[in-house]
């Protein structure tokens, strides 16, 4: 059961979207979230409304999945909603005993709540249409010019994709030693929080020996294959850029010069 | 002269202290003198500790002799600047096959060897399916390696070092964590690669049952080779491989055991097939010898 952990939360499926680059992926999620910032009037909603779903349509993830991502955020949001409700100043429109709720405040509050989910919208989208590996070598390449001052790019992408790989087989392991801890009588499941995190101590001991092993040997198995660092490789899947990319950033590129003329004109 | 050729090679593990002193050192290859010829299929054994691991690593410069000489296709393993042509001649297997798939895709991870080398794209995508077909994992070719049986994910770190073209490969006990299922794919395919592809191969085990068909077997006990020989030369030596605590496979165990009873059995049987006609010969000299004699053996 604990094998089939997925990472990242992908969604195959054949769409327009899964085929894009993930450079084009990661720059159009970003300028979208930057875009959500832009306006506070309802019609920049609207259009940002009108992309995203767009964009959902496109991908072909079911909602279902899309919103998923919320729940992650839930507590923030309450939060956020309740703050801005009770404290933000203006003319009041309904009075519970020591707190007032004001027309500016509700205002404020809808639209932080909306701009929030369109956010996790957005950026699940990204992560369900591109797998841990496209996003890993996607971030390789738009952080390719840090390489003059001296970030070890291309092992960084390394240690992420090896991290991706071993995450399902530590998982494994764990569930194997608690296992095995649980035979000989340990309890992970009852007592306070303390008691709890007091109980993984003898499980997070044998774990990180044996990772501390697994990483040795792997180094060993890398070298035997001739890694000698990120320089002088070839990429068996180099990413390139295709007409569906220009495409891709055209379209976000006029969304954001509409959003932008739009509040424009209306101010 | 051979693929690879060692003379005097000794090599020895220094524990150290808190303070970086030298506080014991361990003997772990002593005197090791050994040319291995191009194509063959080579078996070397030894029970836990006899320094077969230790020898291995050193077929694929990873460990370099402290004392002696180990050539790899002519090139001397000491030499810093050899260590990556080294690595390209001798591919190496390693036991736990978790531990060497680096990638979360098979086809990703037989390309690795061959990215690192710096070969070209398209030439890396010819290089991993053949090398997929070889072992006979491609249709498994966008499986991740977590879902896959122990076999076959040996079997795809086999992939990985074929891709990379390699002279010979190197395997330090790729069985030694499978089931006998994986442990018949495993050894399979380095059969076949042996055969069709010409590689050869250094299969280190302490199977017995697995070096029956190599052409040359040497057996290891605290770090030297103590015996060298065909399979048959070596196995029909019972006494002297129980001595160096390694059993010999069952059938030979067994044919040794009714020579000893005194039934007239060839020496160093090895196969089931073997074993069944010695004991057909046997049994129809016995009735030669019962209509002439009239009496029964």
């Known amino acids: 059961m ?25 720059l159009c999620t970003l300028l979208y979230i930057i875009s959500l910032f832009l306006f506070q009037e309802w019609t920049g909603y609207l259009i940002a409304t009108v992309f995203l779903c767009t964009a959902i349509l496109l991908s072909k993830v079911p909602v279902t999945f899309i919103f998923r991502g919320v729940k992650a955020i839930m507590v923030l949001l309450v939060i956020t909603v ?5 404290l933000i100043p203006g003319e009041p429109v309904v009075r519970i005993w020591k707190l007032t709720i004001t027309d500016q405040g509700i205002r404020t509050a809808v639209f932080t709540a909306f701009r929030l989910i369109y956010l ?32 070890p790019v291309s092992e960084l992408a390394m240690m992420m994709s090896i991290a991706l790989r071993f995450i399902p087989i530590l998982l494994e392991e764990t569930d194997k030693i608690m296992k095995a801890q649980t035979a000989r009588g ?32 792997l180094a060993m198995a890398m070298e035997a294959r001739c890694y000698r660092g990120g320089s002088g490789r070839t990429k068996m899947k180099p990413l ?15 969304y954001l010069l509409l959003l932008i003329g739009v509040m424009r004109f209306t101010k | 002269m051979g693929i690879i050729r060692a003379k005097e090679v000794g090599y020895s593990y220094k524990r150290l202290n808190d303070q970086g002193e030298v506080e014991s050192v361990r003997q772990a290859l002593n005197n090791i003198t050994l040319d291995v010829a191009a194509g063959d299929f080579i078996a070397i054994l030894g029970h836990n500790g006899s320094g077969k691991s230790t020898l291995a690593k050193h077929f694929n410069a990873i460990l370099a002799p402290n004392e002696g000489t180990l050539w790899v296709d002519g090139k001397d393993s000491r030499q810093p600047e050899n260590v990556w042509d080294i690595r390209r001649t001798a591919g190496m297997v390693f036991q736990n096959p978790d531990n060497q798939i680096i990638s979360g895709v098979v086809e990703e991870d037989v390309g690795f060897g061959p990215e690192n080398m710096g070969v070209p794209t398209e030439e890396i995508w010819r290089r991993v399916e053949e090398s997929l077909r070889a072992v006979g994992m491609y249709k498994f070719r966008r ?25 010979c490969i190197v395997l330090d006990e790729p069985t030694a964590m499978l089931d006998p299922t994986g442990r018949k794919e495993v050894l399979k395919t380095v059969g076949v690669l042996n055969k069709k592809e010409g590689m050869t191969i250094i299969l ?10 190599a052409d040359k077997v040497f057996v290891m006990d605290q770090g030297e080779v103590v015996m060298e020989g065909t399979p048959r030369e070596i196995f029909s030596q019972v006494e002297r491989l129980k ?3 390694l059993d010999v496979p069952q059938v030979t165990l067994l044919a040794y055991e009714l020579r000893k009873q005194g039934i007239p059995l060839p020496e160093g049987v090895l196969t089931n097939e073997e074993l069944v006609e010695a004991l057909c010969r046997v049994r129809a000299a016995g009735e030669k010898q019962f209509t002439e004699n009239g009496e029964s053996v």
Do not use: C, W
């Not at chain 1, 309740?82 to 009770?86: A, K």
């Open chain 2, 143 to 167: 499986h991740s390696p977590n879902k896959l049986s122990g076999g076959q994910k040996q079997r795809v770190a086999i992939a990985g070092v074929v891709a990379m073209r390699p002279k």
């Open chain 2, 204 to 213: 280190i085990t302490h199977y017995m049952e697995e070096v029956v068909s």
């Open chain 2, 243 to 245: 001595s160096y605590r």
């Open chain 1, 120 to 151: 996790i919208f957005g950026s699940s989208l990204m992560t369900l249409t591109t797998t841990p590996n496209q996003l890993t070598d996607g971030l390789e390449r738009l952080l390719g010019p840090l390489r003059v001052f001296r970030v």
């Open chain 1, 2 to 26: 604990i094998r089939d952990i997925t990472i990242g939360q992908y969604y195959p499926a054949e769409s327009v979207l899964h085929r894009l680059d993930p450079r084009t992926k990661i």
């Open chain 1, 82 to 86: 309740v703050f801005n409700l009770f």
């Open chain 1, 186 to 217: 340990a309890d992970f499941e009852s007592g306070n929080m303390i008691k709890k995190a007091k109980s993984l101590v003898p499980l997070l001991v044998p774990l990180f020996v044996s990772a501390f092993r697994r990483a040795a040997d």
């Open chain 1, 240 to 254: 390139a850029y295709g007409r569906r990319d220009a495409f891709a950033y055209l379209i976000t590129v006029a």
